[in-house]
Every structure is written in C-alpha cells, then in structure tokens.
C-alpha cells in the first residue's frame, strides 16, 4: 500500500491529510458483494487507486471467510433473532447533528445503539468483534478525520454502512465510483427501486438486525441520514417505530455537507476527482430527501415522531433529550436523565464545526431550501 497521506484541498485554502492504513468502506464488504460493485461499473478504477483495489479484494476475501463461519456458527441464534421492540430511528439530513445526537442516546441501558465494528463489517462481527475490540484499536483513528468527533470500535455507527456492505442498494454506492455509478442504484428515494431491489433492501435491513441481536438484546436505536428518505417502508416493515427528527439551519448543513463529501470521496473513491459536481449532490440529496420526508410524514402517528432542533440540543440537551422522551413515551426517563447529567458534566463545552457558506452559496441554499428553512425557522 501506498505510504503517503492522502490530502484533500477545500476551498479557502484549508487542507485535510489522511492515513493510509485506516479502514475503506468496502473491506467489510464479502467478495460477490464487492466484485459485483466492481463489474457493475466496468472495473474502471483510476490508476492511482489501484491499491485500494487489490487491498478490497484481498481484505474482502478474508472477510467472505469470517462470513462464512459466523453464518454457520451462529446459524441457530440467527434463526431464533427476533425484535422485542421497534427500532428507535434518529434522522435529519447529514451534518444536523445525528451524531451527537445517538451517542447522547447511546447513555439509555435499555438501547442499543450499532457499533463501528458491527456496521463496517456486518456479515462476520459475532466472530471477530471481541479480537477487534482487544487488538485492532489502533486502526481507528481517534476522531472523525472531516471532523473532531471521537471515534473507535465500540462508538455508535450509522447503520447506512452495515447495509451498504452487505450488497443493499444506497446512495453511498456513489462514493466506490462516483463518475459511473448508476442512478438507480444510488437513489435515495425507495419508490425508486424495483419490486426485486426493494425486497432485496428489506432483507438486508433484517439481517443485519438479527445479527445484531446476536450480541444485544436491547432495543436498537438506528441513526442514518438517508432513514430520512425512507420513513414510510420503515414504518411500514417496524409497527410502531419512533422517529427522532433533527433539523438544523442550512445555511451551516449544506456547506457542511459539501465538505464531508468531498473528505468521502477524495478518501474512500475507487476513482480520483476532479469532484466539481459535489454541491449539485448536496442539493440534489436534499432536494429527493426532504420530498420523500414530506411526502411520507403523515403516516406517523403522533407519538412515533419526535422533530428537534440541533441549536437547542446543543444549548440544552437536557431539557431537549427530557422532551424527547416524553414525546415518544420512552422508559426509563429519570434513569436516563440522570446519566445524562452526569455525562455531561464530564465533558468539555461542545462546539461545533462552522464553516461560512460563500455568497452564492448562501443565496441558493436560501432559495432552495426556502420551504425548510420557513418551516423550522431559520
């Protein structure tokens, strides 16, 4: 492998490097999953990228194997996995402060929120996970590398990655190639998809729950952007879901976003830039997102859907996360509230990322995201 960092450029003159040796999305992916990515996009790896793909390929070989032996060693408890509860969904558009957001729910003893290790590499987990967590600590970095959020095995993880790797479709396929991805297989909107792909979606979505319940029985609490798009199959396949809404001005999520795309691909792409498009993607995303958003909503009932702001999160998670609770008519409230107050008082004053939209950036997010920003109040 290639020992120098990899460096991404942003605008103003601020730069990003990397470590090589840290973990690509597709490692955890088995080799049918990751050869079919590959052939579905006519192998056309960029020459400096070369690599990675020979690292995929070796790492996805190893992990087919570790698949295979956790298929047939947890067979029985894959069998009998069944949720006691339905899933507790944190959505919002990326950079709102989902994170923030899960690990303060990660605090809850009756949840379960989805690790870094069960969702990079979902298919074999049961089997590595207590090896990873003992010795393979130091190829994770520390924090975030587009942002100062912690990171390590045992962190909470969006979930996006789990089914990613094992072969659902999601618009997180676009990052592996992003000049000849399909648009049907990177669409963030499930009506989209056909009969086959959306069942196929569905299943990935259950087993990666069942393997989960391998290793917790808790009620899992699931945090993905992309959920955002999908609240009506979700609530459909989950009775009873609750869904935890978090909003934040645009004016610091879309330049934000720009940036965490632009880390993403420069990072993990089979394929180097130029990534000129990127804020047509922040838009577009948006754009299906909160149509899919709006359009779904009102099969919530009153009681699965809890919406917040990350501004007053951030200024009083304790009074937000006690209204949270009482909206969705979670248990334990006093215990958790605890817990909370004693977590945060361990901590050092958040702060956020800011990065100040341009001038034409910032009039088109307020004339694209006018609706958004009117209806939160921004």
Aim: charged share 20%; hydrophobic share 40%; aromatic share 14%.
């Amino acid at each position: 492998m290639d020992n120098k960092k990899l460096t991404v450029q942003f605008e103003g003159g601020t730069h990003q490097a990397y470590s090589p040796i840290i973990p690509r999305f597709w490692y955890g992916m088995t080799l049918p999953v990751l050869i079919g990515l590959l052939f579905r996009n006519r192998l056309r790896v960029s020459c400096s990228r070369f690599h990675l793909l020979i690292t995929s390929l070796i790492i996805s070989f190893i992990t087919s194997i570790a698949a295979l032996l956790t298929a047939i060693i947890f067979r029985r408890q894959l069998r009998c996995a069944q949720l006691h509860d339905a899933p507790i969904f944190i959505i919002g558009h990326w950079r709102t402060g989902t994170t923030y957001l899960h690990e303060l729910m990660m605090l809850d003893n009756s949840l379960c929120t989805p690790n870094s290790l069960q969702c990079f590499a979902p298919s074999c987990f049961p089997l590595i996970d207590r090896f990873f967590y003992k010795y393979m600590n130091w190829l994770m970095p520390a924090t975030r590398y587009f942002d100062q959020v912690s990171m390590g095995w045992t962190r909470p993880q969006e979930d996006e990655f789990a089914l990613l790797a094992l072969g659902a479709p999601s618009p997180y396929l676009r990052i592996a190639f992003p000049h000849t991805a399909r648009q049907r297989d990177a669409s963030i909107d499930f009506k989209e998809y056909s009969i086959k792909v959306a069942n196929l979606w569905i299943k990935k979505l259950e087993l990666f729950l069942s393997l989960l319940y391998i290793r917790d029985q808790r009620r899992p609490v699931l945090k993905s952007p992309t959920h955002t798009a999908r609240i009506g199959v979700l609530n459909k396949m989950f009775p009873g879901a609750k869904f935890i809404h978090i909003v934040r001005d645009p004016r610091a999520f879309v330049p934000s976003t720009k940036r965490l795309w632009q880390s993403l691909y420069t990072f993990h792409s089979f394929q180097v830039g130029p990534f000129n498009w990127l804020e047509e993607l922040v838009f577009s995303q948006y754009n299906d997102m909160y149509s899919c958003f709006n359009r779904d909503q009102n099969v919530l009932s009153a009681n699965q859907l809890c919406e917040i702001k990350y501004e007053n999160l951030v200024s009083d998670p304790v009074t937000v996360m006690r209204y949270v609770y009482q909206k969705l008519g979670l248990s334990d409230a006093d215990a958790y509230d605890t817990k909370l107050r004693a977590y945060l008082s361990s901590l050092p004053p958040y702060k956020a990322n800011e990065f100040a939209p341009a001038a034409p950036l910032l009039s088109r997010i307020e004339n694209e995201c006018a609706d958004y920003i009117q209806k939160y109040g921004y």
